[in-house]
């Protein structure tokens, strides 16, 4: 080897050397550019994925050679840089890129493309199990960890990660952080996880005997999770009142004709999975269990207990008697008239002894006067 050929070979490898060679992490179904270096347009230009030829481009004509690589349909050529659109995980491994800079001297580009494949956005049942994955293609020596909402400090290393019972707090963002060899960060991914539930209702419901009642099944907000089932039971019966069934969308079916005292509404539902139960009766008083079910077969429930109010009184005497006039029901005011008028009638007997007593007192007292004249004293005085 003479000594221009080995200064040659030496420059050629520094040319390379500054060609520089980059990491590239990228979400999948994303797009990525990746640079040719220093090479100048306008010159010839090969792109290759691992072995294969993607295309290569003779810079004077213009005229390009498409390769085999299966990366060719995703990829377009601007200037000298390739663009890969619609990432998946045979996209990753090493692209080379050959061009020459304006000098003319031949440069050669290496990047390692790295695929992340992680969950995108996440839904979970309330106490259901959640998974999210955050997998990389093309890079076996990256470190991978995951940041929960509930606790930003707090790292778990590993691809997958798994939380046994979601709660309300696993709600939000979730962070996969991807770390080179060198322990440096070099991608961070945003994961949002919504959390469905719980199912509200209230505790206890009180209502009057011959009232109605809503029963309440709330969710705070739409659950983009299907719901496939569910309804309203009661406990100590073990038997359904009122099923929730799909088809074109959510809607009530009512199980059996003997419980028809059930009102619902009859479009699509959502949040709200309340229910009327009409003309109430001493033995609807008992548990009653709101249930929703979802896809993943993971359940929802609400139990509420439902009392009352009143004497079991027959309807035809309750109608009447029971109804209520300005507060009060109308036995009480019946109660208060005859009061009254016992009262009415003892103050005019009252009355009318008191002036009959009156009068004879009178009647004595002008009897006395007359007979005033025939007093002793009268009579003693003229017979002496
Ligand atoms: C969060 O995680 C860090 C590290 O594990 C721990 O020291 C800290 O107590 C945690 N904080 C809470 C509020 O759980
Ligand atoms: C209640 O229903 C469930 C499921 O439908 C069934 O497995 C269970 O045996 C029933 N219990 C009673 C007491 O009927
Ligand atoms: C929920 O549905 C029940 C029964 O149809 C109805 O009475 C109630 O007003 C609804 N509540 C809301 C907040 O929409």
Not at 135 to 151: E, L, M, Y
Not at 321 to 340: D, H, P, Q
Not at 346 to 365: A, D, E, G, H, Q
């Amino acid at each position: 080897m003479s000594m221009t050929q080995t200064c040659l070979w030496i420059s050629l490898a520094l040319c390379i050397a500054t060609g520089g060679s980059e990491m590239f992490y990228e979400k999948r179904g994303e797009t990525v550019i990746l640079n040719c270096g220093d090479a100048a347009a306008n010159r010839d230009v090969e792109w290759k994925h691992k072995d294969s030829l993607i295309m290569s481009v003779t810079g004077k004509t213009g005229r390009s050679i498409r390769g085999s690589a299966s990366v060719l349909s995703k990829s377009k050529l601007n200037q000298q840089n390739l663009h890969i659109t619609s990432l998946e995980p045979d996209c990753a491994g090493l692209y080379s890129c050959t061009g020459y800079n304006s000098e003319g001297s031949k440069i050669i580009t290496q990047h390692t493309l790295s695929i992340v494949s992680v969950t995108e956005s996440a839904e979970a049942v309330l106490q259901s199990t959640l998974t999210l994955k955050c997998d990389i293609t093309g890079d076996s020596t990256a470190q991978v960890q995951w940041q929960s909402p509930k606790n930003h400090s707090k790292f778990e290393t590993g691809k997958e990660i798994t939380v046994k019972s979601v709660s309300l707090k696993d709600a939000g963002e979730w962070v996969c952080q991807i770390k080179g060899e060198d322990g440096k960060e070099r991608k961070k991914i945003h994961v949002n996880v919504a959390v469905v539930g719980p199912l509200e209702s209230s505790k206890e419901l009180t209502v009057g005997l011959g009232a109605s009642a809503v029963l309440p099944c709330f969710l705070s907000r739409p659950s983009r999770l299907r719901i496939v089932g569910g309804g309203w039971t009661r406990d100590s019966l073990n038997n359904s009142l009122l099923t929730l069934a799909r088809e074109k969308d959510l809607h009530w079916t009512i199980t059996k004709d003997k419980m028809s005292r059930f009102t619902f509404p009859t479009h699509q539902l959502s949040t709200n999975f309340s229910v009327k139960l009409t003309n109430v009766q001493s033995a609807d008083a008992g548990v009653y269990v709101c249930t929703l079910m979802f896809e993943g077969k993971e359940k929802l429930k609400a139990n509420l207990r439902l009392k009352v109010e009143g004497e079991a009184v027959s309807r035809s005497s309750k109608t009447f008697w029971e109804i209520s006039v300005l507060g009060l029901k109308l036995y009480a005011w019946v109660a208060i008239a005859a009061g009254s008028v016992i009262l009415i009638i003892l103050f005019v007997v009252i009355m009318f002894f008191y002036r009959r007593n009156k009068r004879m007192r009178r009647k004595v007292r002008k009897l006395k006067s007359m007979r005033e004249p025939l007093t002793s004293r009268n009579y003693c005085q003229c017979n002496r």
